[in-house]
C-alpha cells in the first residue's frame, strides 16, 4: 500500500521502481504496471526480479535491473529523482546494504550514477506484538511472504522474531502501517513507543493505507546519517551512544547512572571523540534552531524539524509511560562461561533437548489478553522484563575473539565475530590503520584508556544494550555482575591469556585522541 502512494502522488517526483516478490506470482508488479500507466514507455519504469529475493540470490539481477533504469532515463534524456526497490516481507536489509558497499568496492558501473540511500521498513501493526513473541521460523509462516494464497518459497530456518528486529532495526523510517486496526490510541502509543525505542535514531510514522508523507520518507534523514551509510559496528555503536543518552534524560542530572558494573571496568561513554560515530553528512539538519513560528526566516524545512523533535518527545514521553526503558551494561572484565550461561538460561530461549523446540511461553511485558509468564525462581523473572538486548562481550574462553550478543523475544544467539582489533595487525584494519581514517578513529575511540586498570586489555569489554518494559536495571546489571572474573580468577586468567600470544595493537591517548599504532615485542 505505501507503493501504491508513491505511485499515485509522486509529488513531482520521477520514480522507477524495482519489484523483488518472492511469490511465484509477481502481484506486486502487475499493481505497479496498473499505476505507471498503459504504454510501453512507461511500463518500462518498472523492472521485474524474476530469481528471488533480492538480498540473497537474486543480488545481481537487481543491479542489472538498476542499470537497465539507468540506460532507459539516460535514452530518454532525463534522470529519475528516485528509484525504489520493493522487497519482500522477508527481505533481509542488512544484506541489502552489504551489497551495495561490495558493489561500491568493486566500482560497479551503477554505484557510478547511484547510492543506497533511504531504508524504509513497513510494520503490520496488529500482527507485531503475536509476531515478535512467535517461537516460529521463517519457514513455518510461509503467509509472511506470500499473497493472496500462492505458494512461498521462504526456506529461511530464521526466527521470524529475528527478522523482525533487523527490519525494524535497519530503516531510517518505519511505517506503522493499518494502525487503526489497534485497540485503541493506549495501544498505538505503545506500539509506537516500543519500536522507537528498538530504534531510536529512526522516524517512526503512524499511518493507515500507506499513506504517509512522501517528502518525509523520501527527504533527508532525521538523525546525522542514513542507516545506509553504516554497518554493524556502526550500527551497535550509535545505539549504545543513543541509549546512554536517553538514560541521562530520564534520570535527570540528579541521579548518577549504573555505569560501572564491575568495580573495575569502566564506563567509557566520555571517552568517545567528536568524530567518535562519523557520518558527518548531517544535511544541515542540526536541532540546535529555535521553535518560533513567527517571524522571518523559518522555512518550511525548519517546520518539518521541529515536528520531528516534537513527535520524538511525544514518543518519549509514552515509553516513559509505559516503563519502556533502555539502558547500557558495559564492564572492562571478562565473563565467566559457566556463570553466564546460567544467566543466559533466565532468558525465554529454554529449549527441549528431545524436540529441539522452544517450550517457554514468555510473551512480551505489558501486553493484554496474553498468558502470565511462568515463575521461575532466581532471577529469571527480571531477565524476562528484557525484549531486546544485543552488544560485544568479553568471555574468559575466548581471549582473542570477540563475541556478539543478540536477543530477541524468543531468540538468542552467541556467535563469534573475529579477533578483538587489540589482537587484529595495524594493517588489517580499515584503511590500513591510517591515524586519519575515520573508521580507524571510530574503532581505537572503543580501547581503554592508560589510567584504567583494563588498558592491558585494549578494546575488549562488555558492551550490552538491554531494552524492556518495567525492567529492573539495578537486578539486571548485579546478575551480569555475577558473571565476571573474581580478582582470583583474574589472575588465572592474566596466566592463560600470556600463552596465547601478546596483543598487536595499543592505543595512545596522549593527544587527547585515540592515536593506534603496532606493538612492538622483542
Not at 539481477?61 to 530518454?76: A, F, N, T
Not at 530520564?250 to 562519523?278: A, C, L, M, N, W
Not at 551480569?480 to 600470544?501: F, H, N, R, V, W
Request: aromatic letters at 6%; a negative charge.
Amino acid at each position: 500500500t505505501l507503493l501504491r502512494q508513491i505511485l499515485e502522488n509522486k509529488g513531482g517526483y520521477k520514480v522507477a521502481v524495482v519489484v523483488n516478490d518472492v511469490a511465484k506470482v509477481n502481484i506486486d508488479s502487475k499493481l505497479v504496471r496498473e499505476r505507471t500507466g498503459p504504454t510501453d514507455s512507461e511500463l518500462a519504469d518498472c523492472m521485474e526480479l524474476q530469481n528471488g529475493c533480492a538480498c540473497c540470490n537474486a543480488s545481481d539481477e537487481l543491479l542489472q535491473s538498476i542499470l537497465q533504469l539507468l540506460r532507459l532515463s539516460e535514452r530518454r534524456g532525463y534522470a529519475y529523482d528516485r528509484i525504489i526497490i520493493e522487497l519482500s516481507g522477508v527481505a533481509e536489509p542488512k544484506n541489502i546494504r552489504r551489497e551495495f558497499v561490495e558493489a561500491l568496492q568493486a566500482e560497479h558501473v551503477v554505484m557510478k550514477q547511484t547510492q543506497l540511500q533511504t531504508m524504509v521498513t513497513v510494520v503490520d501493526s496488529p500482527s507485531f506484538t503475536s509476531l515478535y513473541s512467535s517461537k516460529q521460523d521463517i519457514i513455518d509462516r510461509p503467509d509472511l511472504c506470500n499473497e493472496d494464497g500462492d505458494e512461498a518459497e521462504a526456506d529461511s530456518e530464521r526466527k521470524v522474531v529475528d527478522l523482525l528486529v533487523e527490519q525494524v532495526e535497519c530503516a531510517d523510517y518505519v511505517v506503522l502501517n493499518k494502525t487503526d486496526l489497534l485497540e485503541g490510541q493506549e495501544q498505538q502509543l505503545s506500539l509506537k513507543a516500543t519500536v522507537a525505542t528498538i530504534n531510536p535514531t529512526a522516524h517512526v510514522l503512524s499511518c493507515e493505507w500507506g499513506k504517509v508523507p512522501l517528502d518525509t520518507v523520501m527527504g533527508p534523514p532525521q538523525g546525522s546519517s542514513w542507516v545506509a551509510s553504516a554497518d554493524d559496528e556502526d550500527d551497535l555503536r550509535e545505539a549504545v551512544r543513543v541509549a546512554k543518552e536517553l538514560t541521562k534524560r530520564r534520570k535527570g542530572p540528579d541521579e548518577k547512572p549504573i555505569d560501572d558494573h564491575s568495580g573495575h571496568g569502566q564506563d567509557h561513554s566520555d571517552h568517545q571523540p567528536d568524530h567518535g560515530h562519523g557520518h558527518s553528512h548531517s544535511h544541515g539538519h542540526g536541532h540546535g534552531h529555535t521553535h518560533q513560528h513567527s517571524g522571518e526566516g523559518h522555512t518550511e524545512e525548519d517546520c518539518k524539524v521541529c515536528e520531528a523533535e516534537k513527535d520524538k518527545q511525544e514518543t518519549t514521553s509514552a515509553a516513559q509511560r509505559f516503563g519502556i526503558t533502555s539502558f547500557v551494561y558495559t564492564a572492562r572484565l571478562p565473563f565467566h562461561p559457566k556463570r553466564l550461561m546460567q544467566v543466559i538460561m533466565q532468558l525465554p530461549v529454554k529449549v527441549d533437548p528431545q524436540t529441539g523446540q522452544l517450550v517457554d511461553d514468555w510473551a512480551m511485558p505489558g501486553v493484554k489478553d496474553q498468558a502470565e509468564p511462568m515463575e521461575i525462581s532466581g532471577g529469571a523473572n527480571v531477565m524476562r522484563k528484557i525484549i531486546r538486548s544485543k552488544g560485544f562481550i568479553w568471555v574468559a574462553n575466548q581471549h582473542r575473539s570477540a563475541q556478539y550478543w543478540s536477543h530477541a523475544g524468543h531468540y538468542f544467539e552467541l556467535r563469534s565475530l573475529g579477533l578483538w582489533w587489540t589482537c587484529t595487525a595495524l594493517e588489517n584494519w580499515p584503511d590500513s590503520g591510517e591515524v586519519e581514517s575515520e573508521e580507524v578513529l571510530k574503532i581505537a575511540a572503543d580501547f581503554a584508556k592508560k589510567d584504567e586498570d583494563s588498558y592491558e586489555w585494549g578494546d575488549r569489554r562488555q558492551e550490552l544494550v538491554l531494552i524492556g518494559i518495567g525492567m529492573k536495571e539495578a537486578e539486571i546489571c548485579q546478575l551480569l555482575d555475577s558473571c565476571l572474573l573474581t580478582p582470583d580468577e583474574m589472575k588465572t586468567y592474566k596466566q592463560q591469556a600470556s600463552e596465547q600470544g601478546s596483543d598487536v595493537v595499543s592505543v595512545s591517548w596522549e593527544s587527547g585522541n585515540p592515536i593506534p599504532s603496532s606493538v612492538v615485542h622483542e
